[in-house]
């Protein structure tokens, strides 16, 4: 079971649900996969940093662990929308949840990426479990500075 996480749509950001004064919890696997989205994975060496900095991010924990936490579907912040950058971003969004896979969690997990506006990339995530479909949510991620 996780604390729950949910959209505040007034301030466009995730925050902790609260329930009745409480902690909200999750007892299915939205919370691990909104975390495992949008929390910055550490880019790779041969990966272009949209900022032009030498900040690679990620998580500080991850120099403990051998396998990062987080996704790269930060690196295109600043990229423009075209169908090469929808590859990458469902690359890197499956490369985020594909722990699932790894540690048993899931059987099988789908993801689809399409321009919903030019400045708006839709995920479709899909997890399915050996008995069938565990969740399906569409995720929008706006890109900063989109041509």
Not at 29 to 43: G, K, P
Request: no cysteine; charged share 35%.
């Amino acid at each position: 079971m996780d604390i729950a996480l949910r959209f505040d749509a007034l301030e466009e950001i995730f925050d902790l649900a609260i329930d009745d004064g409480d902690l909200a919890t999750d007892e299915g696997l939205e919370t691990a996969v909104i975390l495992s989205l949008f929390t910055d994975r550490r880019a790779l060496e041969e990966d272009r940093l949209p900022d032009g900095t030498s900040d690679r991010r990620g998580w500080w924990a991850d120099a403990y662990s051998d396998r990062p936490i987080g996704s790269r579907l930060w690196l295109l912040a600043r990229e423009k929308t075209l169908d090469e950058v929808l590859r990458r971003a469902k690359v890197y969004a499956s490369e985020a949840l594909q722990w699932m896979v790894d540690d048993g969690v899931a059987k099988q997990v789908v993801v689809d990426a399409w321009n919903i506006r030019s400045d708006t990339l839709g995920l479709r995530i899909q997890i399915y479990r050996p008995t069938g479909l565990a969740l399906e949510r569409q995720y929008d991620y706006v890109w900063r500075n989109a041509a």
